[in-house]
């Protein structure tokens, strides 16, 4: 691209929709190919069309970018699997149907899934000021967790550790998605038939 493109001011009192555009901008250029490694702030300003000074009124470096990025991302994962989940009235129904649509965001939007485990990982331990919840993927974490501590109360799954059942079974999930993505020539299995073993060896769900 040439000269940059001249982004129009934001009225007074929108720096929100600044920093909105910053982290699209920024998924954007993810998505398409450029690594967590060469994504630079003046990539982001010259998509945008801001200078890059502008860029560290919201974000003090690339790190926090690529935070940014990482949670919107997850968010998205997370509102794709609670709607998948709304129209099931039983506990392991819904599981089910959130294992599901979890290989489906994934095959569905390559782009946006491989930008969530691109980014580099955060601290395990919340930075000072910010709450746990806040942290990018804990939400779509605690979403899963409940739902197999909601099986095992309910007696439609083997009682265990539930943290360790959740981290298990996403894992499971992780690596199917990314075999299928990477791998699209292979003869895999029916989706559903991965995901009720899946099921049945993590958390010991009977078949649906």
Same mark, same amino acid.
């Given at each position: ?36 490694? $060469?994504?630079?702030?003046? $990539? ?59 290989e489906r965001f994934a095959l569905e939007r390559p782009n946006a899934y491989r930008v969530l485990f691109d980014v580099p990982g955060i601290q395990q331990d919340p930075p000072p000021g910010v709450a746990r919840e806040d942290l990018p993927g804990v939400l779509f974490f605690d979403t899963m967790r409940g739902l197999v501590e909601r099986c095992m109360d309910a ?52 078949? $649906?």
């Amino acid at each position: 691209m040439g000269a940059e493109r001249r982004r129009v001011r934001n009225p007074r009192g929108e720096g929100d929709r600044l920093r909105r555009d910053l982290i699209d901008a920024a998924g954007r250029l993810l998505g398409e190919g450029v690594t967590h490694e $060469a994504l630079s702030l003046r $990539a982001v300003a010259r998509e945008v069309g801001i200078a890059t000074t502008s860029v560290y009124l919201h974000f003090p470096d690339r790190t926090a970018l690529l935070t940014a990025v990482y949670q919107e991302r997850f968010g998205e994962l997370t509102t794709f699997l609670r709607e998948a989940a709304a129209g099931t009235p039983e506990p392991a129904g819904q599981l089910r149907a959130c294992c599901l649509a979890y290989e489906r965001f994934a095959l569905e939007r390559p782009n946006a899934y491989r930008v969530l485990f691109d980014v580099p990982g955060i601290q395990q331990d919340p930075p000072p000021g910010v709450a746990r919840e806040d942290l990018p993927g804990v939400l779509f974490f605690d979403t899963m967790r409940g739902l197999v501590e909601r099986c095992m109360d309910a007696g439609e799954a083997r009682r265990a550790d539930p943290v360790l059942a959740t981290t298990c079974l996403i894992a499971a999930l992780h690596g199917m998605a990314s075999l299928r993505i990477n791998r699209p020539s292979y003869p895999w299995p029916p989706i559903e038939v991965v995901v009720d073993h899946l099921l049945r060896t993590q958390v010991g769900r009977a078949s $649906a």
